[in-house]
């Protein structure tokens, strides 16, 4: 059983907030009948849902990406910091993050309500690709590349699977299959060319394309797909 408030705001219908005026205004039945209290129990499996005459549905897995901006941390909850929860539309804020980002880091960060499938994207064991874009001090060239291509020990003796990295115009593009803590920062690092800018472009068969900074955008069915059949 759920609150129909829940269900509504499940199926993406409208925030909590504007979902309440909705239903007092009598725009929403269930069952045949028009109901008036936001709080009523429904059989969440069962119940026939209708907002103005249309049928809806609860989604089965959620996926949202979002543009990550630098200066919020990866975490439901944070006592110093602003968490990436805060730039999620209020609707979406029980989902859950995807993996980490750095406080420092932007780009493509997903949140999914799949506990499955968020486990399945960050397992070592399936080495989904995720490509970055950095800024580095001091140039990267093709001995950085070989180190990469071979597997790099980090300074504190932490061995990486083997990695692939590309000069760009200005920056360098980096592509790991696994999440170790700070691992391209450290990898860099390693190599004497610290990171001062750095962004994930790409995850699995996701791109972040143009979505712009500090916005989400929820995957289509075709992107959810394609995603569980890579993991
Ligand atoms: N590697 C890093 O160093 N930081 C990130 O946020 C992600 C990968």
């Not at 609860?58 to 805060?86: C, W």
């Not at 990267?140 to 790099?152: E, L, N, P």
């Not at 590309?166 to 610290?194: D, S, W």
């Not at 962004?199 to 068969?205: I, T, Y």
């Amino acid at each position: 059983m759920m609150r129909l408030d829940k269900y509504l705001s499940e199926a993406g219908v409208a925030s909590r907030k504007e979902l309440r005026a909705m239903i007092k205004g009598g725009r929403v039945q269930v069952d045949g009948e028009t109901v008036r209290s936001p709080e009523l129990r429904i059989d969440e499996e069962a119940a026939e849902v209708l907002v103005d005459g249309s049928p809806v549905r609860l989604p089965g897995i959620v996926v949202l990406m979002l543009h990550k901006p630098a200066g919020y941390v990866t975490s439901t909850d944070d006592p110093r910091d602003p968490t990436v929860m805060e730039l999620l539309p209020p609707e979406y804020r029980d989902l859950f993050p995807v993996g980490r980002l750095d406080k420092e880091t932007e780009g493509l960060l997903l949140f999914t309500n799949d506990g499955p499938l968020c486990h399945a994207l960050t397992s070592p064991k399936h080495q989904v690709e995720k490509e970055y874009y950095a800024e580095t001090q001091g140039e990267v060239d093709g001995a950085d590349a070989d180190a990469f291509r071979a597997g790099m020990e980090l300074r504190d003796g932490t061995k990486c699977l083997p990695a692939e990295l590309r000069k760009g115009e200005r920056g360098c593009y980096v592509t790991v299959r696994e999440g170790k803590y700070h691992q391209v920062r450290r990898m860099l690092a390693a190599r004497g060319k610290p990171v001062l800018y750095l962004r994930r472009e790409k995850e699995g068969s996701l791109e972040l394309g143009s979505l712009p900074l500090g916005h989400t955008r929820l995957l289509t069915e075709e992107e959810t797909t394609a995603l569980l059949g890579q993991v």
